[in-house]
């Protein structure tokens, strides 16, 4: 699949469900309203969207959510997805809050998931709560353990809050680094309405970068996703560290992605609204050749670039569906 600005399209995310064990402050409001549970894809629907888009060129899956883990028999599509590995997919990957890791972790490696992303913003127990509102950070890194037990591979995503944690990224440099885990720090995205103000919590990670300089000997790594993140090398851990700064547009020419929710909606660009419905062609006929159209239809609108703006004077997101809809 290539767009029209010539991307070839290999990278699919599937948030699984919107519903979350978690009310991250960034993320939600405590009494955020899901999508009614008839709208959402079964998950055999959701193997069958997954099924075309590996048929059309994708090769690398992320589940996410909400959280993926959270929903029932969500095993199952992951085993089913799982031995797709091999047939057109390469790799299969989780992203997840890592609150169920402990009963999952080894039933993901077996289904062929070979790494992981762990959202981990604080390594103190009480900010732990405070930042997650309904998360035991005991719970979390028990699964994380659990995880590297069963030989996943494993990065840390951390969003840079301020005034929140930003004194604590040494700390989890050293975490990451004694467990030869990578870190990605993200900016806080201005996505769905939250309680708080999100001017307040944003830390541009440019500033983030010149401190951690002082610490840490940094030099810019050759590795790169397609995603947003830019990476760089930490010579004292020989881990890496990434930086996923969405309001810059410096990734948007290699974009190889789009997004699906949970009822079945795609998304070709995280930071714009324009979307393909697919349930509608998934389950108008048991043949997949309007699923394939509808696909190929949505690819050739994929837009070149975001349009990541803080409305500042009035605190309002720029996207006004929540991270949980789309996954991160
Ligand atoms: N529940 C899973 C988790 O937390 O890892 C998967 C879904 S979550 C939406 C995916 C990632 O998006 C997490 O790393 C989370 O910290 C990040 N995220 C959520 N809302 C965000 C926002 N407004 N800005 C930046 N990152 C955000
Ligand atoms: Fe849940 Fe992940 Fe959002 Fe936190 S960031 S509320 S864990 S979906």
């Known amino acids: 699949m290539i767009d029209p600005f010539g991307r070839a399209i290999t990278y699919l995310r599937v948030s699984v469900t919107d519903r979350c064990d978690f009310r991250c402050v960034y993320c939600m409001s405590e009494d955020m309203v899901f999508m009614p549970k008839r709208d959402l894809l079964s998950l055999e629907e959701l193997d069958r969207v997954c099924a ?11 589940l996410t959510g909400g959280e993926p883990l959270v929903r029932r028999d969500v095993m199952w599509l992951i085993r089913k997805l799982g031995s797709r590995l091999g047939q057109g997919l390469e790799e299969l990957t989780i992203t997840t809050n890592g609150s169920q890791l402990a009963r999952f972790a080894e039933d993901l490696a077996t289904a062929g998931v070979k790494r992981i ?3 981990i913003d604080t390594l103190d127990a009480d900010k732990f709560a405070q930042i ?11 699964g994380v353990m659990a995880a590297k037990a069963a030989g996943l591979r494993i990065k840390i995503n951390m ?15 050293e975490y990451c680094g004694r467990h030869q885990f990578d870190l990605c720090l993200i900016e806080t995205m201005p996505m769905g309405e939250i309680d708080g103000d999100r001017m307040a919590q944003y830390l541009p990670l440019s500033l983030v970068r010149a401190r951690i300089g002082q610490n840490w000997t940094l030099s810019p790594s050759a590795y790169a996703t397609g995603g947003p993140a830019r990476y760089v090398d930490i010579a004292e851990t020989g881990q890496r560290l990434g930086f996923i700064t969405p309001l810059t547009h410096n990734f948007c020419e290699s974009c190889n992605r789009v997004r699906l929710t949970c009822t079945g909606t795609l998304f070709m660009c995280l930071g714009q609204e324009d979307a393909a419905d697919l349930r509608a062609p998934l389950r108008r006929s048991s043949d997949d050749g309007a699923l394939d159209a509808a696909i190929a ?3 050739s609108r994929k837009p070149e670039g975001h349009d990541f703006v803080i409305d500042r004077r009035h605190s309002r997101p720029a996207v006004a ?3 949980s809809v789309t996954g991160g």
Do not use: P
Request: aromatic share 4%; no cysteine; proline share 0%.
């Open 52 to 62: 075309a888009f590996i048929r059309q060129g994708i090769t690398k899956l992320r």
């Open 117 to 119: 992303n762990v959202s």
């Open 132 to 142: 997650t509102r309904w998360g035991k950070l005991d719970a979390v890194l028990a």
């Open 159 to 173: 969003v840079a809050l301020k005034g929140v944690n930003e004194d604590e990224i040494d700390r989890m440099i």
């Open 297 to 299: 239809e949505a690819i």
């Open 321 to 323: 569906r929540h991270m």
